[in-house]
């Protein structure tokens, strides 16, 4: 904690981050403030979606031919075969937040002048989803067949690098005094991604006994963290904050990434396949570091012990029983309520450095919204 | 021919371009004008890579430790285990191109104010080569095992993309005036090199009858014309030349690399390996339809049809003859011939445009010395 006031009643919410995955099935989530929370984030989240994805089809169908289908189809508008699709393109929390940081801070007219950084922060985030799969041989994502195993690899790298040099690119060409600060930070933060990324494949490689909880912690605020963060900053650069600000923003994003990662991970264990798209188990079934199994293994635990051995082999797919262990020994090993406490103290560190750059909870609410929905999401 | 203008005295030239191969051991080249010209661009080269050197080893040097590793072998300037090398980084051709446009058009005080974005210019080349080499499976990269080979793809991946980020965030956070528009230039040339590769890629998968002269020439204008257009383009921009000088210094940059490409692919079957770094009939082994075999087997004549069949099976590495009789079909069916006269075509075009931005041919001294050097390089 890092600081001893705590706005917009956080304390409060506190036990409810992360609780999703008790409440599924009860229904809990639809009613009371939660809930009107969650439709307000929606009501954003639909909102931002509308405003950027003329930019961002526009960017994307500037491409060449080649690279073009490849984004399109990552994008979820183009089926393998080119035919019009309307999958699922991701939740678009980061361009979300571009225009929710800009309107806190600059209202209407910082807004709209932040669609194209907006647009041009999410490109960057999906370059790094294009690329990341390709290292991860991961073949699955939003439900549909990864990029490179449709196009091939070298298909999905240009594709991934087309599409950082138009995001950086569209920025230089944006004539808004922000541009050149909010371009600067976005290439800061792709760097800061792209460590990260390899921080994290190589933790994967090391025994678990090896693995500290801290590495993964710094490893997902580099992979998760920084990108949420640079949106809110970004935001703030085009409503003309001040450079405290515009860092108390970045702050603010990079907790609330954070939280959203625990959350994740959580989710990753124990979630809901049909919500999250990712199959319930699937990282334990990968042996995959997620912060819960860290903080599991780092607990010194008898379960802890248990997990060991059970990361110390593969995953048995036959044997059902296997992932069913190896979630136990994560909870018995306080893994899960670890990841639930974190994910609340780090919302409460992100509440913070918004009521700092912006002290009326009325100004901050859409950024409120999104981060409280992100962190008790279940879609 | 665009112009019946010929400065600089380009047609008693012209034989000279790419006659590199037959005068290899005559010891010619040390004589004559075209020696003068050889030294002096040699010495061009080597000021560009001292004013550029500091610049892009502080961009290095700023990444992660993981991606720093990666970045400072691939430049040469460590060796595999991280102790300080002194290796062939490359000729420094783009920076030195960025630096000689800008000195043309805007003296010493332009060039100084350019050395930032030749140093991005140069990031580009080295993060499009780090990634080409993933996608190519290439394991040598002046005379060294490429990166990939050293670090993984993963790594070498993410340093590649960390480039361009550095590369593109340099020129954001350059106050100059003309930094955000060589910003979108490049980010613009980031695009097409992706396409070229992406082509050059599909090229290659495809039968020998079904590529044609023009799609590769297509590709090779993407791949390699491209870069070199847009240093001579950067240049001009920081001299603060007009926008339709600005686009005859990219013209005379993407003609001239085209030629370079020519003498390079020329190279490529008959060249020195000990001067190139590329193994005498490499890209003969390989079957790579460079541009003097697209234009053989594009001749209609009997040695045609020979390579056509030399390239349907694998080259046969026990065989001494195999690669000499497929050089020999190259040649015989007019590929070696086309490619000189090609190249000369191209650097005809190239003085046209040259000539059209800057008339004066003492001004444009270091343009030319370094676009004639680079047709008829031996190192």
Redesign the interface.
């Known amino acids: 904690m890092t600081s001893a006031t705590r706005p917009y009643g956080t304390r409060e919410r506190r036990r409810s981050i992360g609780s999703q995955g008790e409440s599924r099935g009860g229904g809990e989530e639809r009613t009371g403030p939660a809930a009107s929370e969650g439709q307000e984030a929606t009501a954003i989240l639909e909102r931002a979606r509308a405003a950027v994805d003329p930019e961002l089809r526009a960017a994307v169908d500037s491409?060449?031919r080649?690279?073009r289908r490849v984004a399109r189809y990552h994008f979820g508008w183009e089926h393998a075969d080119g035919t019009p699709a309307a999958e699922n393109a991701g939740k678009a929390i980061r361009p979300a937040l571009v225009l929710a940081a800009a309107t806190a801070l600059g209202g209407p007219a910082a807004r709209a002048a932040a669609v194209r950084a907006a647009a041009a922060v999410e490109l960057v985030h999906n370059?790094t989803l294009l690329?990341d799969d390709?290292?991860d041989r991961d073949t699955t994502r939003r439900h549909r067949a990864t990029a490179w195993t449709v196009f091939g690899?070298?298909?999905a790298?240009?594709?991934?690098?087309?599409l950082?040099?138009?995001a950086?690119?569209m920025?230089?060409?944006d004539p808004h005094p922000a541009?050149?600060?909010a371009?600067?930070r976005?290439?800061?933060c792709?760097?800061?991604l792209?460590?990260g990324?390899?921080?994290d494949?190589?933790l994967e490689k090391r025994a678990p006994a090896e693995v500290t909880l801290d590495e993964v912690l710094v490893m997902a605020e580099a992979k998760t963290g920084a990108l949420i963060g640079c949106a809110c900053a970004v935001g703030a650069l085009y409503a003309g904050a001040a450079p405290e600000d515009v860092d108390a923003l970045d702050a603010f994003g990079r907790e609330a990434g954070l939280a959203f990662q625990l959350i994740d991970d959580v989710i990753g264990i124990w979630g809901d396949p049909g919500h999250t798209g990712k199959p319930a188990g699937a990282d334990l079934a990968a042996r995959k570091k997620s912060l819960p199994v860290a903080a599991a293994l780092a607990s010194g635990t008898p379960a802890a012990g248990e997990l060991a051995e059970l990361y110390a082999r593969p995953h048995v797919p036959e044997d059902p029983d296997d992932l069913d262990r190896t979630a136990l020994a994560v909870e018995r090993a306080g893994g899960r309520a670890w990841a639930q406490d974190q994910a609340a103290d780090r919302m409460s560190r992100a509440m913070d450095e918004l009521a700092r750059a912006i002290p009326d909870p009325e100004s901050a609410g859409g950024l409120l919204s999104l981060a409280e929905f992100v962190t008790r999401r279940s879609t």
Do not use: N
């Open positions: 491409l060449p080649r690279m370059f690329h390709v290292m690899d070298a298909d790298i240009l594709a991934g690098d087309a950082q040099a138009r950086l690119g920025l230089a060409e541009a050149a600060a371009a600067a976005l290439a800061a792709v760097v800061e792209c460590e990324q390899g921080t494949t190589a």
